[in-house]
């Protein structure tokens, strides 16, 4: 187990370094940014409360129904965004924007088209949140990106890829959010390897 679990992280960690000398960083710069991920992953930062409705617990499994029924209902749910995994991605797209010679229009249609195609194939699952397909977003981001600026293709897509599904999976599914019943929810929740962090990764790799 401990051998395996030494080779997922080699090979994760050499994939991460080779999306990130795509994005012009630096090795210490990528290792400060993924220990920053790793340690905002367990912050939360309170944005709003929202009326929510009570949760249905026939549609959840039976693990997440007995842990919802011993829960307090209190009609409201409070949204959250997660540092690791959704303020430093943001930001990060900031950077990227500031420090590579990019289209601004051309990243608007990127992140429309990925923000489309993630609002289409993202649902909400009972007791659990938004799912989605993973590799769909990446993919079209990455294929979008080359097709309008192979020269920046890697930020481009990184950009559209995190903003994308940050748009499309998570804001424009709060009103799912609130049919949910939960008592909060956490946008990047998963922190690094929530799907905002991971599809701009992964689109980086495949631009």
Do not use: W
């Amino acid at each position: 187990m401990v051998a395996l679990a030494l080779v997922v992280t080699a090979i994760q960690y050499g994939l991460l370094t080779v999306a990130f000398e795509k994005l012009d960083l630096s090795a210490d710069s990528a290792y400060l940014l993924f220990i920053t991920i790793l340690g905002g992953s367990m912050i939360n930062l309170p944005l709003f409360s929202m009326k929510s409705e009570k949760p249905n617990l026939e549609e959840m499994p039976p693990p997440l129904r007995e842990l919802y029924s011993k829960m307090p209902y209190n009609g409201k749910t409070v949204v959250m965004a997660n540092v690791g995994g959704c303020v430093v991605p943001v930001a990060f797209c900031l950077y990227l924007l500031a420090h590579h010679p990019l289209n601004i229009f051309y990243v608007v249609i990127a992140v429309a088209a990925v923000t489309l195609l993630t609002f289409k194939t993202s649902r909400s699952v009972p007791g659990i949140g938004i799912g989605m397909p993973i590799l769909l977003a990446p993919i079209l981001a990455a294929l979008v990106s080359v097709a309008l600026d192979p020269a920046n293709a890697a930020p481009m897509a990184f950009i559209s890829g995190t903003m994308g599904v940050l748009i499309g999976a998570d804001l424009l599914h709060l009103k799912d959010i609130q049919k949910m019943g939960a008592p909060f929810a956490s946008i990047g929740g998963a922190g690094s390897f929530d799907g905002i962090f991971i599809s701009g990764l992964v689109a980086v790799l495949l631009a």
